[in-house]
Each structure stands twice: as C-alpha cells, then as structure tokens.
C-alpha cells in the first residue's frame, strides 16, 4: 500500500447532488488513474448488476422473482447510467429492499410464534447461489421457516446436549438424583452447585426459539440503523470493484477504521464498543490506552451519556447508531469527555471523565520473543502487517520496530532469527524495501510499473547489515502484498528460507489512497471520503510477477488453508499474471548449505505425524464445507453432528501437541507485564501457542542446521 492524494483540477464537479458528484467524480478517477481502466459498456454494466443484486441479498431471502424481473430492465444500462450520473437503478432496488426487509420483519415474528417440529423429515439447501428467487409471500415464508428453523435446531441441540451433560454430571453418586450437596471442612452441608431442574424437549424448543427470535431482532435493528448513504457507498463499491479486487471506495467512516487498520493508532479513550438492543456496551478495554488507565471502566460496562469537556448537557446514545456514538467518544488528544456509565457488576450509575489520548493496538505491532533449543538461543518476530502512518511516515512503523526488535533480540545472544509474515495482509511498500535492508546490502528489492510511467526499482542503498545471521520467513495462503515482496526478495538473494504454504495470497499489485475531497474545489458537500485505487503492479527482482501466483515456499507444509480457495486467483476481476526483466542483484553468499538446509527440512516434513495430521484435518474441513444439505430432522441432524464430532476427535491431537520448548519475552516487555495483567496474559497465550506451533519448531530446526560463512559475517557492519 502506497498512500498518497492527487488532485484532478483539470476538471469542474458541481454537481448539488452529492450521490450523482460522487459518481462522476469516482468514475473520473477510475478511468484516468487505474492501472489496467475497464471499459464501461455492456458487459461491464452487467457485471455490476449480478454483483450488487448478490452484495444486497446474498441469501435470496428478500427479493421477488417480479422484483428481478423488473430490475432486469437495467442489466445493460448501467454503464449509460454511470455516465450520465443517473442513479435510479439505485433508487428502486434500495426503495424495494426497505419495503422487502419490512415485510420480513413480520414474517419471522410470526414463524417464530410457533414451535417446530422437529420430527419432520425435511431438510435445507444453503447453496443460495443455484437457489431460486421465490414468486409468493407463501414461498417467502417457507424460505425464511427453513432458516429460522435450522438456526433454532442447532440452538435446540445445544441447550438438550448442556442438559444431558448437566444431568449427567449431578447423577455420578446417585443416578436419580438431579441435585448434589458438598460437605464443607466445618461439617456443614453446603450447596454449592445449583440444582438442575430437567426442561421437557418443548420447554427446549421454546428456549432455542427465543434465542432465535433475539438474534433476529438484533439483526433487523442493525439493519434499521443503517441509512440511504451506507447502502449507496455498497452500490459504488460494486461499481470499483469490477476494476480489481482491490479498488474500493470508503465512505467517511470506513476511510478512518481504514488509517487506523494502517496505522495501528487512534485517538479516542481505548475502548472497543458494541451495540446490543438499544445499548452501547463496552466489549473491551484497549491495554495501556486512557480507559485503561482510569481504571475505571470495565468490559459489559454500558455507556449512557456523553458530554464534551465544553458543553454543559450530556447527550444521551440510548437508541443511537454505533457509528454515530463512537464519533461522539473519540476525539482528539488531550480533551477531555464525561461518560455517564451503568456499570456490569453492582448496576450502579456514574459519571467518568477521561483524557482522551494516542491509543496504540498493540496487536497491530511487532512482537518479539527468545527460545533455546540445542544450546543455542533464536528469536522470533512476529509481524501482523506492515504498518505505517498515513500523515507522517516517521512516526512508528512496522520498519522501525523490526529493526528495534532485532537489537534487543542480538543483545540477548540471538543465533538465528524466524520472521512470522503469516496472516500478513501486507501495508506500506516502504517499509518493505526498509525492512528488507536491514538484512541484505545494498541492492534492489522491487520492481514497480505504473501506467504508462515505465518501470522503477526500489533499492536499499545502505551498505551495512543489521543481521547478517540465519534466517527464516514463515507464510501462509493469507500472507499478501507487501509480505509477498519481502519474502520473494528474500528469496531471490537466497538471504532466508521460506517455509510455508505451496503459494502466498498472490496479490501482485499496489493501491494509492486517494482523497477524493481534494478533488473538488468546495467543502460544500461534506466529507466525500476516499478511494483506494489500484496505480500499479510490482514485480520481484528476478522480474516475475507475484500476482496470481504468489511467492512459492522453499520448503511447502501443508495448513488449515491448504485446500481453501482464498488467494488472488479465487477474486473476481483479479489484473493478469505477467513479468519484465530481472533487476541486477547479487545472491547473498553468507551461507554455507543453504540448499542442504532446504532439503533437510523437506525430508523432516515427509516425516512429521503433525503435518500429516494437518494435512488429514484441511482436506477433512474442505470435504464439510462442500456440504449444502443439511436435516432439519432432530434425529438426523444430531446423528450427523455426532458423526462429524467423532471424527473430528481424531485432529485433537494437532492442538494438544507440544514442542516442549519455552518462549520468554525480552528484558524490556517481563518490566511492562509486571504493572499489565492484559499484556501478560496475551503474551502468555501467545508463547503457550508458539510451543504446540510445528511450523515455529521446524524453522527452529532449519536454524539451526544452517552454516554461517564466518569470513563474510567477520566483515558486516551493524546499522544502528
């Protein structure tokens, strides 16, 4: 991800119509600053039909087949509509999904009136895809009886198993009893469990109905909340999206979730909030941010109030869209907001004023960690992606904490190094080529061709190496982008071996962020938001493409993915694969046995009982998840679910293994954890991981087979 804005001034948007602007306006941009512009015709329109009619009711669960049938008359004439800036093919699908949803909203309050009857032999298709748009009210009900009660079986099973296990747990002494006392060291009964009181399978399926009804509830008032704006920023978005997977437009509030997903900052209290009913309820407190800190707020706590450190009344978010509560809780840093909070545990009522600040994720950033095996001491980095700030690349970012890891990580005798990209997504180009530097000497990392703009080649022109040690890169299907070009620079110059899946995600292409309210010369229509628009395709040194086809590991091992379609070729409308010349690089001549090394570990996975059961449990979930089918007869559907849970009991092993290895964190973070109960129990479950991860322990294996060439180790300088 490359962030920038351009500004097209050549041209006059004016119109009053914020919609219709927004359509001219990203269209503009489109056709003159996309990579690889689509032409707008026929079947482009078309394309853009089936996606938005699928975006909206996916499930074909509200839409007539008339419906469709009277929408058809567009199929072919949203280009034209796009060019005039005519927006009617919006209006009525989104006028006739508003009117669908509130018919719906009677028909599940009436199907759920009354219990089902699980003693039928029916069952359900949730291929909707091949399934049919229905043509009455009488087939809209049944479409939607079928959902509502596969969703209350599955509850109902669940609440019948609870009480069986329950049942069974209080009858281990005495089979009839259904209640258990426990003496205490005084002498004294004491009852300590609560008694079990049996329901009867219709007092069961009332339970699980209820449930049911609730979900829905909160689902159609979700729903509810949202406005004309939102559902438009879905029909623009199927709209870009015909261009490349990766062109999408953000709407004010997206644009900010999207800076904070780059930049892993915020400003606000630190708190993550959800709303359930007409409630805005705290889910978490952010570690080390100002909520944190007052110690004062606490997760279920619920948010009545919100008053601004200068005005005199509060306003109360009961009944008030999430989005439009948060915007009253954040802010800039420094103010200072007053929180009139129902607090989870005692129910009592009170006011809490807190200085907003800089609130950092902290599983957005670098985290590091030491082990030792054979007598030698490694370190591992994890990076979850590479970040930046989208204002001022300075400021912290995925390069500059790597590099601050990899100091700490040598000063405590590091002599070999696992850098973590799985589940990579990718993020800042720079911080690629900067990252990259910190291993190789000077060279190039990446090729970029722009538009019509030719080719550049991304160097680093340090000639000093931060390490210059062994090194394993650790991918999978989902490490994408910007992990995908470190890794195949890694690659090419034979700095580090890849161990992962067969391929990576296969995103070959970089997106600039473009503000579209530099755009236009007037602030009149609010804040526009932004596009992120594909400007051009990048290239490994060796000059193939990683578009499609991904980086390929050195030594493959197979995952949960690895029979999941979830990389670039699986998109829609994903940019072909291609390749230019190579660059002019030098392979990295500090190993003794690299091949050996990758041939050593290749013969340890052959061998490894864990992958093979790895292997076993991904082809098994893909074989489940190809499954449309399903009983909505209790006795078949339990049969089934029993069958499925019996055999899945045969991968327990994978998460019960143990590589009998211990993972401590460094100097600096054992000082943090000691005043930080939320960071030492996330470092604790993630080193509790890190010891069953097979993946981790062969890198450590392939660590510590590599040989370094001492001579050229003798002659690195270290950047500091």
Same mark, same amino acid.
């Given at each position: 991800?490359?962030a920038a804005?351009?500004?097209f001034t %050549?041209?006059?948007?004016?119109d009053p119509?914020?919609?219709?602007?927004?359509m001219?306006l990203?269209?503009y941009?489109?056709?003159?600053?996309?990579?690889d512009?689509?032409?707008?015709d026929d079947?482009f329109s078309?394309a853009?039909?089936?996606?938005y009619?699928?975006?909206?009711?996916?499930?074909?669960?509200?839409?007539?087949?008339k419906?469709?049938?009277?929408?058809a008359?567009?199929?072919?004439k949203?280009?034209?509509?796009?060019?005039?800036k005519?927006?009617?093919?919006?209006?009525?699908t989104?006028?006739?999904l508003?009117?669908?949803?509130?018919?719906v909203r009677?028909i599940y309050?009436e199907?759920?009136d009354?219990?089902?009857d699980f003693?039928e032999?029916?069952d359900?298709n949730?291929d909707y895809?091949?399934v049919?748009y229905?043509t009455?009210r009488?087939?809209?009900?049944?479409r939607?009886r079928k959902?509502?009660?596969?969703t209350?079986?599955?509850?109902?099973?669940?609440l019948?198993?609870d009480?069986?296990?329950a /049942?069974?747990?209080?009858?281990k002494?005495?089979?009839?009893?259904t209640?258990a006392?426990?003496?205490?060291?005084?002498?004294?009964?004491d009852?300590?469990?609560?008694?079990v009181?049996?329901?009867?399978d219709s007092e069961l399926?009332?339970e699980a109905?209820?449930?049911?009804?609730t979900?829905?509830?909160?689902y159609?008032?979700?729903?509810e909340? &949202?406005?004309?704006k939102?559902?438009?920023?879905?029909?623009?978005?199927?709209?870009?999206e015909?261009?490349?997977p990766?062109t999408f437009?953000?709407a004010?509030q997206?644009k900010?979730r999207?800076?904070?997903?780059m930049?892993?900052?915020?400003?606000g209290?630190?708190?993550?909030l959800?709303?359930?009913s007409?409630?805005?309820?705290i889910?978490?407190?952010?570690s080390?941010g100002?909520?944190?800190m007052?110690?004062?707020?606490?997760e279920g706590?619920?948010?009545?109030?919100v008053? +601004?450190?200068?005005?005199?009344?509060p306003?109360?978010?009961?009944g008030?869209?999430l989005d439009?509560a948060v915007?009253?809780?954040?802010?800039?840093?420094g103010?200072k907001?007053?929180l009139?909070?129902?607090?989870?545990?005692?129910g009592?009522i009170?006011?809490?004023?807190?200085?907003?600040?800089?609130?950092?994720?902290?599983?957005?950033y670098?985290?590091s960690a030491?082990?030792e095996?054979n007598?030698?001491?490694?370190?591992?980095i994890n &990076?979850?992606?590479?970040?930046?700030?989208?204002?001022?690349?300075?400021?912290r970012?995925a390069?500059s904490d790597?590099?601050?890891?990899?100091?700490r /990580?040598?000063?405590?005798?590091m002599?070999? /190094?696992?850098?973590d990209l799985r589940?990579?997504?990718g993020?800042?180009?720079?911080?690629v080529?900067?990252?990259?530097?910190l291993?190789?000497?000077?060279?190039?990392?990446?090729q970029?061709k722009s538009?019509?703009?030719?080719?550049?080649?991304l160097?680093?022109t340090?000639p000093s190496?931060?390490?210059?040690?062994?090194?394993v890169?650790?991918?999978?299907e989902l490490?994408a982008?910007?992990?995908e070009?470190l890794a195949?620079a890694? +690659?090419?110059?034979?700095?580090a071996i890849?161990i992962?899946s067969?391929?990576t995600?296969g995103?070959?292409?970089?997106?600039?962020?473009?503000?579209?309210?530099?755009t236009?010369?007037?602030s009149?229509y609010g804040?526009l938001g932004? &596009?992120k628009?594909?400007?051009?395709?990048?290239y490994?040194v060796n000059g193939?493409?990683? +578009?499609l086809e991904g980086?390929k590991s050195?030594v493959?091992v197979?995952?949960?993915?690895s029979?999941?379609?979830?990389?670039?070729k699986d998109n829609?409308?994903?940019?072909?694969?291609d390749?230019?010349a190579p660059?002019?690089y030098k392979?990295w001549?500090?190993?003794?046995?690299?091949?050996?090394?990758?041939t050593?570990?290749?013969? =340890?996975m052959e061998?490894?009982? +864990?992958l093979g059961?790895i292997?076993?449990?991904a082809?098994?979930v893909?074989e489940?998840?190809?499954k449309?089918i399903y009983?909505?007869n209790?006795?078949?559907?339990? %049969?089934? =679910?029993?069958m499925i849970e019996d055999?899945?009991k045969?991968?327990?092993?994978?998460s019960n293994?143990?590589s009998?290895?211990?993972?401590?964190? /460094?100097?600096?973070?054992?000082?943090l954890v000691k005043?930080d109960?939320?960071?030492?129990?996330k470092?604790?479950?993630?080193?509790k991981?890190?010891?069953?991860?097979?993946?981790?322990?062969e890198a450590l294996?392939? &660590?510590d087979d590599?040989?370094?060439?001492n001579?050229?180790?003798?002659?690195?300088?270290?950047?500091n």
């Amino acid at each position: 991800m490359a962030a920038a804005s351009c500004s097209f001034t %050549t041209k006059k948007f004016e119109d009053p119509d914020k919609d219709k602007l927004l359509m001219e306006l990203i269209t503009y941009v489109l056709e003159r600053g996309h990579y690889d512009a689509k032409n707008i015709d026929d079947t482009f329109s078309k394309a853009v039909y089936k996606d938005y009619l699928s975006d909206i009711d996916p499930l074909k669960r509200f839409f007539y087949k008339k419906d469709i049938e009277e929408f058809a008359a567009f199929e072919d004439k949203i280009d034209d509509q796009i060019r005039s800036k005519d927006i009617s093919f919006f209006d009525i699908t989104h006028e006739r999904l508003i009117s669908r949803m509130k018919e719906v909203r009677g028909i599940y309050k009436e199907i759920l009136d009354e219990p089902f009857d699980f003693s039928e032999n029916e069952d359900i298709n949730t291929d909707y895809e091949d399934v049919e748009y229905i043509t009455s009210r009488e087939e809209l009900k049944e479409r939607w009886r079928k959902q509502l009660k596969f969703t209350t079986l599955g509850a109902y099973t669940d609440l019948k198993e609870d009480q069986e296990r329950a /049942l069974a747990n209080k009858s281990k002494d005495a089979k009839d009893a259904t209640t258990a006392a426990f003496t205490s060291e005084d002498g004294t009964e004491d009852s300590g469990s609560a008694e079990v009181v049996e329901k009867s399978d219709s007092e069961l399926e009332k339970e699980a109905r209820e449930s049911t009804l609730t979900a829905m509830d909160e689902y159609f008032d979700f729903s509810e909340e &949202l406005e004309r704006k939102d559902y438009f920023t879905v029909y623009l978005n199927s709209i870009v999206e015909e261009f490349d997977p990766h062109t999408f437009y953000f709407a004010p509030q997206d644009k900010d979730r999207f800076d904070i997903a780059m930049s892993g900052k915020l400003e606000g209290i630190g708190a993550r909030l959800q709303k359930k009913s007409d409630n805005i309820t705290i889910m978490e407190v952010i570690s080390g941010g100002p909520a944190w800190m007052t110690d004062k707020l606490s997760e279920g706590d619920v948010i009545l109030k919100v008053k +601004q450190e200068k005005e005199k009344d509060p306003v109360s978010i009961i009944g008030m869209r999430l989005d439009d509560a948060v915007n009253l809780i954040k802010g800039p840093k420094g103010t200072k907001v007053t929180l009139t909070v129902k607090k989870k545990l005692m129910g009592n009522i009170e006011d809490i004023t807190i200085t907003r600040d800089v609130v950092e994720l902290e599983e957005t950033y670098a985290k590091s960690a030491v082990v030792e095996k054979n007598g030698k001491t490694f370190g591992l980095i994890n &990076l979850p992606k590479f970040y930046f700030n989208m204002e001022d690349y300075d400021e912290r970012n995925a390069a500059s904490d790597v590099k601050q890891e990899i100091i700490r /990580l040598k000063k405590q005798g590091m002599e070999g /190094l696992v850098l973590d990209l799985r589940n990579n997504g990718g993020g800042s180009l720079k911080t690629v080529v900067d990252i990259a530097g910190l291993f190789i000497e000077k060279g190039p990392v990446v090729q970029v061709k722009s538009k019509g703009e030719g080719q550049e080649i991304l160097e680093d022109t340090d000639p000093s190496i931060l390490w210059d040690g062994p090194m394993v890169i650790l991918v999978n299907e989902l490490s994408a982008s910007a992990s995908e070009i470190l890794a195949a620079a890694m +690659q090419d110059y034979k700095r580090a071996i890849i161990i992962g899946s067969k391929q990576t995600y296969g995103k070959g292409t970089v997106q600039n962020v473009i503000d579209l309210n530099q755009t236009v010369r007037s602030s009149e229509y609010g804040d526009l938001g932004a &596009l992120k628009l594909t400007t051009q395709k990048f290239y490994r040194v060796n000059g193939g493409s990683t +578009q499609l086809e991904g980086v390929k590991s050195d030594v493959v091992v197979p995952d949960r993915y690895s029979y999941i379609d979830v990389g670039e070729k699986d998109n829609e409308n994903p940019l072909p694969w291609d390749q230019i010349a190579p660059a002019k690089y030098k392979v990295w001549n500090g190993y003794i046995d690299y091949d050996q090394a990758i041939t050593n570990s290749k013969a =340890r996975m052959e061998k490894s009982a +864990q992958l093979g059961l790895i292997a076993q449990n991904a082809k098994w979930v893909k074989e489940q998840s190809d499954k449309d089918i399903y009983p909505l007869n209790y006795d078949s559907y339990k %049969t089934r =679910r029993d069958m499925i849970e019996d055999e899945a009991k045969k991968f327990d092993a994978i998460s019960n293994y143990s590589s009998n290895l211990d993972y401590t964190s /460094l100097p600096y973070e054992l000082d943090l954890v000691k005043s930080d109960t939320i960071l030492k129990e996330k470092r604790e479950r993630w080193h509790k991981n890190l010891s069953s991860d097979a993946y981790i322990e062969e890198a450590l294996n392939v &660590l510590d087979d590599i040989k370094v060439n001492n001579i050229k180790k003798n002659k690195v300088a270290i950047k500091n």
